[in-house]
C-alpha cells in the first residue's frame, strides 16, 4: 500500500530551528510537496522538489532522498505565525496525490 | 482575484438529505478537486476533474457525485447524506490535469455536520 508518515507534534521554541520529517512508500513518484495550512484555513503551497537535494526559500527548507524515501522541512528564525500543521505529499506514478496526516507545529515564546 | 470560492462555508444537515457543495475558480485552471479533511487523517480525494467534460473518481468517491460542465465550476453533492460524511471539504485546482505535478490552489473549505 501507499503510506505518508510525519509525526502527529511537534513543539519548538520562537526564535530557533525545526525540522519535520516525513517518509514515503508510494507507487511510483513524481515529486514531494509540502503545505502549511493554519488552524480553520485552506493548505497553502510550501515547496516542491523532485529531484535530491535541498530546497531553500527564505527561511523554509526543503530537502529530498529519493532513495531513502524521506524529506523533511526546516523552518529557521521561527516565528509565531509559524505555529500550523505542516503536510507532506507525495505525486505517485499517476501523478495522484498521496496526503501525509499533518504535522501541527506549536511555537511558544 | 478571487482564486477559489467555496459555499456553503458551514452548514448542519438532516441525514438522508441531499446537498450540493459548491465551487468556482477564476483561474483559468484545467483541473479540479474534491478532497475530504478529517482529523488523524490525510486530505483524501473524492473527485477531480482533468478538464472541463471529464471527472474520475478519486480514492473516497461512494456517496458523492460531481459535475464539470464549465471551467469555472466543480460542484459536489452528497445524494442522501449519512453521518460520516461529516468533514471538512476542501476544493482545490491547479493548472495542470496532473495533480501531482505541479502545485494546487485550495478554497476555504466546507464545514459539514451531518445529524
Known amino acids: 500500500g501507499q503510506n505518508i508518515d510525519q509525526p502527529t507534534e511537534m513543539t519548538a521554541t520562537e526564535g530557533a530551528i525545526v525540522q519535520i520529517n516525513c517518509t514515503y512508500q508510494t507507487s511510483g513518484f513524481n515529486g514531494l510537496f509540502w503545505y502549511q495550512q493554519h488552524a480553520g484555513e485552506a493548505p497553502t503551497f510550501l515547496s516542491y522538489?523532485?529531484l535530491d537535494g535541498l530546497e531553500e526559500k527564505g527561511r523554509f527548507s526543503s530537502f529530498l532522498s529519493r532513495s531513502k524515501g524521506y524529506s523533511y522541512l526546516l523552518l529557521k528564525e521561527l516565528q509565531m505565525k509559524d505555529s500550523a500543521s505542516y503536510l507532506c505529499?507525495?505525486?505517485?506514478?499517476?501523478?495522484?496525490?498521496?496526503w501525509g496526516a499533518g504535522t501541527k507545529l506549536i511555537i511558544k515564546p | 482575484i478571487a482564486g477559489i470560492t467555496q459555499a456553503p462555508t458551514s452548514q448542519i444537515l438532516a441525514a438522508g438529505r441531499r446537498m450540493t457543495l459548491r465551487c468556482t475558480q477564476d483561474?483559468?485552471?484545467?483541473?479540479m478537486y474534491w478532497y475530504r479533511q478529517d482529523l488523524g487523517l490525510g486530505l483524501r480525494l473524492i473527485h477531480y476533474s482533468n478538464t472541463a467534460g471529464t471527472t474520475g473518481k478519486g480514492e473516497v468517491p461512494d456517496g458523492y457525485s460531481v459535475s464539470r460542465a464549465n471551467t469555472d465550476d466543480f460542484p459536489l453533492t452528497l445524494a442522501s447524506a449519512v453521518p460520516s460524511q461529516t468533514s471538512v471539504y476542501f476544493c482545490?485546482?491547479?493548472?495542470?490535469?496532473?495533480?501531482?505535478?505541479?502545485?494546487?490552489?485550495f478554497g476555504e473549505g466546507s464545514r459539514l455536520t451531518v445529524l
Open positions: 505529499a507525495v505525486g505517485d506514478s499517476n501523478y495522484q496525490l498521496i
Open positions: 483561474m483559468r485552471h484545467n483541473a
Open positions: 522538489n523532485v
Open positions: 482545490a485546482s491547479s493548472a495542470s490535469g496532473l495533480a501531482g505535478a505541479g502545485e494546487l490552489f
